[in-house]
């Protein structure tokens, strides 16, 4: 298990600080953070080509700091692959094998083994100015595979590749972890994090904000950073009022039922302005604690156990759904809006929707066409109040 | 010529300016010597050529300048890594001394190298004691010619490894490769082109000095030397057949070793 603790280390203006975490035998790690957080620092800093300021560094009981850098075995694959350009892609692979006790026969057998994993078999004559990004990348995996690398520490590996090529990787890097190898891998594509990750970690300012499961990470995301940079679209920054609302009458009030109808507020039933729906269990903890969150022109119920005040709401577009006519759901948020823009994007459709604030909603290319939604058409936008996430400040 | 830039159909003005100032440049540089050429005729040549003291000067010229680079070059390619890579106080005020030969007069460079290798002088006594002669022999004048021209070779060398992506070393040394070897199989065959060009510029400066090596060791004669005494004891008519002999050779290996090295090498691509 590779086990970091405290690290710091201070470049410059850049500076990485109070960085923690463990990746467990077999595990793959997967450390979110925008470009320029220090994530490439942190994995220098765990192969031995840097010197933290402070920390340390365990693999099981092995001391990493007091370890040369070739007494390592940290596998480290650069976003830039950084093969030497001199030698081909044989004596790139072989290179990491020199010195290992191995018969000349026994280092070519090796190398052969590796290239046919990687798939670059063809390729172990060319020099890699040769070669295309994924086969690069494919080459640069194998080379720190032959050191038998205790654990393989990838910096962006998908970053440079096509959309194809990626995919590809990604398989690959798949069948690598399964074959039992214990992976920390850096990226600022949180979809990088979703498709690989058994944890995953997130990176703000030079240090760790969040470690979780994915799913734990991207459904309950601990702050706006984090919802951001996983790439939730919606957020509306405004004040919770009312936190307890239900229970005490106050989240909708009877005033408001003319905006109700026009769609500007959340339709709310006479039994939750009556506080009659239950809320209480055992009559003592507020199971739901419903809010009522206001943001400029618009306002709506969320589920939150945070006190009154400013704060924000991030919202999942792939959460909102988008319908010609009102429907009776159990979604507590349903507005009339206006949709002012689609556009397509990777995995759908976004269409955007005036209800007072604009929101995006991720919807099927079928579904467009099905509802017929085009620029200027009211539409009615639901979205359950547990769907939202409040973030105070 | 490539310097002249048209724009639709019309020569550029200033492109043609340029390209003017650039032939007076070259014509200055080509013309005495085609001149030196030219009036030596054929007979002159072979005449010359076939003097025993004219061969044993370019000789002399050859190896020294030769032996000096190889032998300065196992010092200075590490210090010139050094140079490169590593950050330390008075960083800058040592690449100032590196570059120090090239500013100061070559007479007075082998008047300070006289006095530090002098039969009075450290070196020079023991030196003596191991049976070798600094003044008036070999040595001296491979001392002489490494002092000017180590400047070449350092500086050329320096840029090479710093243009070596310190990533690639980071990524050897990941590999479970030792520093010396990281050294040698990566970072100096990437700067090998440099470092090549940093060895043909110094041994170029080296075959040519004069100056220092006049000072330090009139015999045994190099060919600038033989040159010079040709020219003081007979004058220009005499000069002027070792001259063109003299910088025959040195294009001859010019070309030899460029052609060479463009084969061989494998630099970054």
């Known amino acids: ?393 | 010529m490539k310097t002249v830039h048209r724009i639709k159909g019309n020569i550029e003005p200033l492109g043609l300016i340029f390209s003017a100032l650039g032939g007076v440049v070259l014509l200055f540089i080509v013309a005495p010597l085609a001149g030196m050429a030219l009036r030596t005729s054929p007979e002159e040549l072979i005449q010359t050529g076939a003097q025993r003291e004219v061969l044993e000067s370019i000789w002399m010229s050859l190896w020294t300048s030769m032996a000096a680079t190889l032998l300065f070059a196992l010092a200075s390619i590490p210090f010139a890594y050094l140079l490169a890579r590593k950050t330390f106080p008075g960083k800058r005020l040592v690449n100032a001394i590196v570059d120090l030969p090239i500013v100061i007069p070559h007479s007075a460079a082998g008047i300070a190298i006289l006095g530090f290798i002098s039969r009075d002088s450290l070196l020079g006594r023991a030196a003596q004691r191991v049976g070798i002669e600094f003044i008036g022999g070999a040595p001296g004048i491979m001392l002489a010619m490494a002092f000017v021209s180590l400047p070449f070779l350092i500086n050329a060398a320096r840029d090479g490894f710093c243009a070596v992506p310190e990533r690639l070393e980071k990524a050897a040394r990941n590999l479970g490769a030792s520093p010396a070897r990281v050294f040698f199989t990566i970072s100096l065959p990437l700067a090998w082109r440099a470092i090549l060009s940093g060895l043909i510029m110094m041994w170029a400066r080296g075959l040519s000095e004069f100056g220092a090596v006049v000072v330090v060791a009139y015999h045994p004669m190099t060919a600038a030397v033989l040159i010079y005494e040709r020219f003081g004891a007979f004058g220009l008519k005499y000069a002027r057949p070792i001259s063109v002999i003299l910088i025959g050779v040195c294009l001859l290996f010019f070309v030899a070793v460029r052609l060479l090295a463009r084969e061989r090498s494998h630099a970054p691509r």
């Open chain 1, 1 to 393: 298990m590779l086990r970091v603790r405290d690290l710091a280390k201070r470049l410059g203006d850049f500076s990485m600080r109070n960085v923690s975490f463990d990746v467990a035998d077999g595990g793959y790690f997967v450390l979110l953070g925008a470009s320029g957080v220090g994530k490439t620092v942190l994995l220098e800093t765990i192969a031995g080509l840097m010197t933290p300021d402070h920390g340390t560094i365990h693999w099981d009981d092995t001391d990493l700091l007091r370890a040369p850098v070739q007494k390592r075995r940290m596998g480290l694959v650069y976003q830039d692959q950084a093969l030497f350009p001199h030698k081909t892609v044989h004596e790139n692979i072989a290179y990491g094998l020199h010195g290992r006790k191995r018969s000349r026969g026994a280092a070519r057998e090796r190398v052969a083994t590796l290239a046919d994993d990687v798939g670059v078999t063809d390729l172990l004559d060319r020099f890699p100015e040769t070669l295309s990004g994924g086969e690069a990348q494919r080459v640069a995996l194998a080379r720190a595979l032959a050191t038998e690398p205790r654990c393989l520490l990838l910096d962006e590996p998908l970053s440079s590749l096509d959309i194809q090529a990626r995919s590809a990787m990604r398989a690959l890097l798949r069948r690598i972890h399964r074959n039992g190898h214990t992976t920390l891998h850096v990226t600022h594509d949180y979809e990088e994090a979703v498709s690989l990750a058994t944890r995953v970690g997130v990176m703000e300012n030079g240090t760790i904000v969040q470690i979780g499961a994915p799913n734990e990470v991207f459904h309950h995301p601990k702050s706006e950073f984090v919802a951001r940079f996983i790439g939730i679209r919606n957020f509306f920054n405004g004040r919770l009022e009312n936190r307890d609302c239900p229970t005490e009458n106050r989240d909708c009030p009877k005033r408001a039922t003319d905006r109700e109808r026009d769609g500007t507020v959340p339709v709310c039933s006479d039994r939750e302005r009556d506080g009659t729906v239950p809320v209480f269990k055992d009559g003592a903890t507020p199971v739901f604690p419903l809010g009522r969150f206001v943001t400029d022109g618009l306002a709506f119920l969320i589920v939150t156990d945070a006190r009154p005040g400013p704060g924000c709401v991030s919202l999942r577009s792939e959460d909102i759904t988008v319908s010609r006519t009102r429907t009776d759901t159990s979604a507590r948020n349903c507005f009339l809006g206006t949709v002012v823009d689609i556009v397509p994007a990777r995995l759908g459709v976004e269409v955007a929707v005036d209800i007072g604030v604009e929101v995006a909603a991720l919807v099927t290319a079928g579904s467009v066409e099905r509802l017929g939604l085009r620029c200027g058409q009211k539409v009615w936008v639901s979205f359950k109040a547990t769907a939202a996430r409040f973030f105070e400040g």
